[in-house]
C-alpha cells in the first residue's frame, strides 16, 4: 500500500513532493536514494524514470517525476477535496502559472547563482544574483494582492514555492526588502501540514551539503 517515493531529503523538489503528500493526506514509502552512491543509475531505477532524477514515484506500478507533476497528480488522484489544487480552470490556471514561475524562473535562477559554487568550485556571480533579487520581487509582487500565492487560500503554488524559498533563506539570500515574501513564509511554515517535518527540518539537511561542498 502506498506510494513509492525515491528521494533526497535535502532535495528541494523532493520537499515540495513531501509537503504535497502531507497536505493530500497520501501515505509515501520513503525510498532513500543516494545520487553520491549513483543509486539513480541503476537498471531498475533507470526502468522507473530514464531521466534519473529524484524526486520520482511508482504508483502501483505507475511511474511519474518531475516534483510538480507529482505534487497535482497526488492532489487529482488522492485529494479529498480540490482545495489545494481547485478544478475550476482560472484557479488552477493561476496555481500552474505559480509552479511554472518556480520552476522556470524563482528555482532555475536559484540554481543559475548558487549550483556553480556549491557543484563546480566557481564563484558567485552577482549579475546572476541581481536576477534572483528580480525573481523575489516578482513573488513579492503576486503576493501583494492575495494572502497566499495563488488566492487566500493554501495551494500548491504555496507548498512548491516554501520549497524554493526555504533554501534561498538558509543560503542566507537577504529576504528582508521583500515584505510579502517574509509575512507569506512565515504564515506557510505554520500552515502547511506536516511543514516542519516534510520540509523545516530537511532544507537544513541542503544546509549542511552545501557547507561540506564549499569546505573541501
Ligand atoms: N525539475 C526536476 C528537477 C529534478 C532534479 O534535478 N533532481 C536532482 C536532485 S535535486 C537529481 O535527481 N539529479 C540527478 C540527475 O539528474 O542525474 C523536479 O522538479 O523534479
Known amino acids: 500500500m502506498g506510494v513509492d ?3 533526497l531529503p535535502g532535495s528541494a523538489p523532493c520537499r515540495g513532493v513531501l509537503l504535497a503528500a ?3 493526506g497520501v501515505d509515501l514509502n520513503l525510498k532513500y536514494t543516494d545520487l553520491m552512491k549513483g543509486e539513480h543509475l541503476t537498471p531498475e531505477f533507470i526502468k522507473l524514470n530514464p531521466q534519473h532524477t529524484i524526486p520520482t514515484i511508482n504508483d502501483n506500478g505507475f511511474s511519474l517525476w518531475e ?3 507529482i505534487m ?4 487529482d488522484q488522492y485529494g479529498k477535496n480540490d482545495a489545494i489544487y481547485p478544478k475550476d480552470p482560472k484557479k488552477r490556471a493561476v496555481v500552474d502559472q505559480r509552479l511554472y514561475f518556480d520552476i522556470g524562473t524563482l528555482y532555475a535562477r536559484f540554481a543559475d547563482y548558487y549550483y556553480p559554487v556549491l557543484f563546480g568550485g566557481g564563484s558567485y556571480d552577482p ?3 541581481t ?5 523575489m520581487k516578482f513573488l513579492d509582487t503576486f503576493l501583494a494582492s492575495s494572502e497566499y500565492a495563488a488566492g487566500n487560500t493554501l495551494t500548491l503554488a504555496d507548498l512548491s514555492l516554501v520549497a524554493t524559498v526555504s533554501t534561498y533563506e538558509v543560503m542566507g539570500f537577504d529576504l528582508s526588502p521583500y515584505k510579502n515574501v517574509t509575512k507569506w513564509l512565515g504564515q506557510v511554515k505554520q500552515k502547511a501540514p506536516g511543514y516542519e517535518e516534510a520540509n523545516g527540518k530537511n532544507v ?7 557547507d561540506s561542498l564549499t569546505k573541501k
Open 5 to 7: 517515493f525515491y528521494y
Open 22 to 24: 502531507k497536505a493530500v
Open 67 to 69: 516534483s510538480r507533476a
Open 72 to 75: 497535482t497528480y497526488l492532489a
Open 127 to 129: 549579475a546572476k544574483l
Open 131 to 135: 536576477k534572483c533579487e528580480e525573481a
Open 204 to 210: 537544513l539537511i541542503f544546509k549542511q551539503m552545501a
